[in-house]
């Protein structure tokens, strides 16, 4: 008799777990579902049983059959921009999604440059911020903020804000650079726009690696582990419908810079593989330069930055390194950082022509006695200094010793020697920790900067 009645408690708890649909915090009221595409919907129910999916922008109806264990997913057609609209999912019991809009839907990545929000750090401000806020009125543009945790396991949820509409209230507390891009862009294209913010500062980029955590589940677990960050707080909303992703990281991985490139290609790569909704846009930043401690190893990441972008298909770098701070490693500037990241996105995800959008990069150089030339691309109408001298050029000889180089811009190129170095063989270009980087296109769009030796 025991043994019976133990039976059927278990069956009905196992009956009874999923009684109302529940979603995992990426579905809410007021958000924002990628336009004109297939996009997933998932959750639990009552086990076995059929989940209806009314949608009412097309008045369509999906469905699906829960497994034993209450799961679902299904994909529902998305049509053009607007709303507000509905959504009804059924499993005998009826939950509705209000206030749903179709558009662009963004994600916002990685450490403390991303993480920083509108309102700034506590005593470091970010630019414009009371202006941004004042503006932040707008009910097209949606926001969702995940909280910060680990996992060594893939995990089903997250902690969020959910689905908010923008407001001052709202947008106080969101990334900088990822709230400017999406306000920038909704204005742009008239469409809605959601952005989902997923950032931990000071970590580095082997724990948003998809893959199963090397460290033993009895370990102390800490936010650089292995696939920790990609298991807990991008995991919990992978296949949501997006457009691309916003990448900001890569102080933590200066120790490590002859391996960044490759570590961001594998994220990138696992990534799209485990969204499975093609190559979508990675539009990331290069590192601010900072005083760190004169090891020069945050020029050498951002050369691996660099170097990525020739690595990972369908990508593109924003270069910031006119925009540093030398004592902030959190650079106030975060408006000037979004809208190159917009230029990326209207140019190449939108499709807009007569954009300039890439910084100029080192092509080639010769050296004639004692003068090198450098040769840059995405330089068509030019270069600039904007009235400036040119300070950051350095050029060595064979004894490897570099000394500061004067510069004259000549079409798209810049022609440097040095009293110093009667036979260069080797230049460099801002690649220190600190400088202020001082050449641009005639676009404004500033050179990434560079190095001719691998020494």
Known sequence: MKKYLFLLLVSLITSTAFAKISLPSIFSDNMVLQQNSNVSIWGKAKANVKVTIHTSWNSQKYIAMSGSDGSWKLSVVSTKAGGPYQITINDG?????????????????????????????????????????????????????????????????????????????????????????????????????????????????????????????????????????????????????????????????????????????????????????????????????????????????????????????????????????????HPPDKTTISKRLVYWAMANAYGRKGLAFASPVYKSHKISKNVVTISFSHTENGLSSFGNSLSAFEIAGEDKVFHPATAKITGAGVVLQSEKVKTPVAVRYAFKDWVVGDLFNNEGLPVSPFRTDSW
């Open 93 to 329: 019991e009826e939950l509705v999604l209000n206030n749903v809009l179709l558009g662009e839907v963004w994600l916002c990545s990685g450490q403390s440059n991303m993480e920083m929000p509108v309102k700034g750090f506590r005593n470091q401000p970010a630019l414009n911020s009371a202006d941004i806020l004042l503006d932040a009125d707008n009910p097209q543009i949606r926001l969702i903020r995940y909280e910060k945790t680990l996992s060594r396991t893939p995990q089903y949820d997250c902690k969020s804000t959910s689905w908010q509409v923008s407001d001052a209230e709202s947008a106080k507390e969101f990334s900088a650079v990822g709230y400017q891009f999406a306000q920038q862009l909704q204005r742009k294209l008239k469409v809605p726009v959601g952005i989902i913010m997923s950032t931990w500062g000071g970590t580095k980029i082997e724990g948003w690696i998809a893959g199963n955590s090397a460290v033993a589940d009895t370990a102390k677990i800490t936010k650089n582990d292995p696939s920790v960050l990609f298991n807990a707080m991008i995991n919990p909303f992978l296949g949501y419908g997006i457009k691309g992703v916003l990448w900001y990281q890569g102080e933590a991985n200066r120790s490590n810079y002859n391996q960044y490139d490759q570590l961001m290609e594998a994220m990138v790569k696992g990534w799209r593989k485990a969204w499975n909704i093609g190559e979508w846009p990675f539009y990331y930043v290069q590192i601010a330069p900072f005083k760190y401690d004169s090891t020069k190893q945050s020029a050498f990441l951002r050369e691996a930055q660099l170097k990525a972008s020739t690595q990972i298909p369908n990508s593109g770098m924003v270069v910031s390194i006119d925009v540093g701070t030398e004592n902030f490693i």
